[in-house]
């Protein structure tokens, strides 16, 4: 028989998979709406990639669910649950590292994003932060709102700083999130382990137990 503490730390951590899933899920699409700052730090790939990884964490949950509740004798699914968590886990690390090598040369990478975006992006962007241009005040910047008024001069800041501050914290967040993953991923792949030990022991036993005549051990 599998110890009740065991089982409750499994069914602990299979509901902490089962948040993370939903949370990778909402805040893709959250995050799909306009935001000015998230639109510019995320791309539609990013979110995809969240997107994908929930459903990969919630069709995990689904089959956990499907392999603990089989007969005491039959493992089999607690085995193909730990090769998907085991997949699960590659997926997290992909993601994640992507994120994490993207936030390593921000000031350049988005400086990419700031010339792909449109120019009502870049006059939003340049009020918000009260900046011009990106490295430079006449380096891709549009001559309206704050930095079309007379109070921009030499000592005008540019926007690389607080445009990167902000992508620098939210995908420091996200990454450090995503990664967080690999905890419950590791400890549901562990308690799986320890329950089918125990499951496997216990029928040993009742096998034993069946070829002394049902007497027990003494």
């Known amino acids: 028989m599998v110890s009740k503490r065991l089982m409750a730390f499994w069914a602990f951590v299979d509901l902490w998979l089962l ?27 990013d979110l995809l990639a969240g997107t ?23 493992t089999f699914g607690l085995v193909i649950l730990n090769w998907v968590l085991i997949m699960d886990a590659v997926v997290v690390i992909v993601v994640g590292s992507f994120i994490w090598f993207y936030s390593l040369r921000q000031r350049n990478n988005y400086f990419e994003v700031w010339q792909s975006v449109s120019n009502d992006t870049r006059v939003q962007i340049q009020n918000k932060f009260s900046c011009c241009g990106y490295f430079l005040q006449n380096d891709t910047f549009d001559h309206t709102g704050f930095c079309g008024t007379s109070a ?19 995908l420091n967040n996200v990454f450090t999130t995503i990664y967080g993953y690999m905890a419950i991923l590791i400890c549901l792949f562990l308690a799986s382990l320890c329950v089918i030990n125990q499951r496997n022991e216990t029928e040993r036993f009742k096998r034993i137990d ?3 005549g049902g007497k027990g051990f003494v």
């Not at 899920?25 to 306009?34: C, F, G, K, P, Q």
């Open 52 to 74: 994908i990884l929930g459903i990969f964490l919630l069709v995990t949950f689904g089959l956990s669910i499907f392999a603990i509740v089989q007969r005491n004798h039959v």
């Open 152 to 170: 921009v001069n030499v000592n005008t800041t540019v926007c690389v700083g607080p445009v990167t501050e902000f992508t620098d914290f939210t």
């Open 19 to 45: 948040a993370a899933g939903v949370l990778s899920i909402v805040m893709s699409l959250v995050w799909r709406a306009h935001n000015l700052m998230i639109n510019f730090t995320l791309s539609s790939q």
């Open 210 to 212: 069946a070829k002394r």
